[in-house]
């Protein structure tokens, strides 16, 4: 079965300063990799996602993310955070074999400060 | 609206009483997923619809969940005998055939088991 790992489960940081949030995951066989952000008091929404070619793949609000298949990762990143990218960020996997079904890691919440 | 309609909004019940949770989700949405989101922890998936086949009920944790959908539109989540555990906000998404993995989000039902 498939799994996903945040380890960090909050992460402070400056306005203006860059940000990674990580993501590890495993599999026995081949998935597609997901990003959602819930910012306060709202539903989840999808940020980006990877299902194949380029390995770096570009979200909404200036954040992107790299799959790197040798180390398991799919780490989020933004050169320079705003304080509306306060939020919890969720990864998430789903097998390309079939189903739909995410399975989601227990999120990082991101806060920016000024 | 044009989202995922969850309702209600915050429930607290006693122990042992059945509550209902209702999802209305996004018009022509052949996929319906529920999820439970506890305090602390990441979205747990509980039960998923595709159209007219069997749901993938794999992850209801004990035969007090069960979930019905009508077609494909309003689904309900229903859980018997309540207990204490079962404290947690239960998030439900609808996502279409064309994208791989973008679900839809409601801002959930949070329920308090006292």
């Known amino acids: 079965a498939q799994s996903v790992t945040q380890l960090d489960s909050q992460v402070p940081v400056f306005e203006e300063a860059p940000v990674e949030l990580r993501c590890n995951y495993s599999?026995?066989?081949?998935?597609?990799l997901f990003w959602y952000v819930q910012y306060p008091n709202q539903g989840l929404q999808l940020l980006l996602k990877?299902?194949?070619?380029?390995?770096l793949v570009k979200g909404i609000n200036g954040f992107e993310a790299e799959f790197n298949k040798s180390q398991t990762s799919f780490h989020l990143r933004k050169p320079s955070v705003h304080i509306s990218d306060t939020a919890e960020y969720f990864c998430?996997?789903?097998?390309?074999?079939?189903?739909?079904?995410?399975?989601f890691g227990t999120g990082t919440q991101l806060k920016v400060e000024l | 609206g044009a989202g995922v309609s969850q309702s209600p909004s915050n429930k607290v019940t006693e122990k042992g009483k059945d509550v209902e949770l209702r999802c209305d989700p996004i018009?022509?949405?052949?996929?319906l997923y529920w999820y439970r989101q506890r305090l602390g922890q990441g979205l747990e998936f509980l039960i998923y619809?595709?159209?007219?086949?069997?749901?993938?009920k794999s992850g209801l944790p004990s035969d007090r969940f069960s979930a019905e959908r009508t077609g494909e539109s309003v689904s309900t989540l229903t859980i018997q005998r309540t207990q204490q555990e079962d404290s947690a906000v239960y998030l439900c998404?609808?996502?279409?055939?064309?994208?791989?993995?973008?679900?839809?989000f409601g801002e959930g039902s949070r329920l308090t088991v006292l």
């Open positions: 998430a996997v789903m097998l390309t074999g079939g189903g739909n079904k995410l399975t």
């Open positions: 990877y299902l194949s070619g380029s390995t």
């Open positions: 998404a609808s996502s279409s055939s064309m994208n791989t993995g973008e679900l839809f």
């Open positions: 018009s022509g949405h052949t996929a």
């Open positions: 619809f595709q159209g007219n086949s069997a749901p993938d």
């Open positions: 599999s026995s066989v081949s998935v597609y």
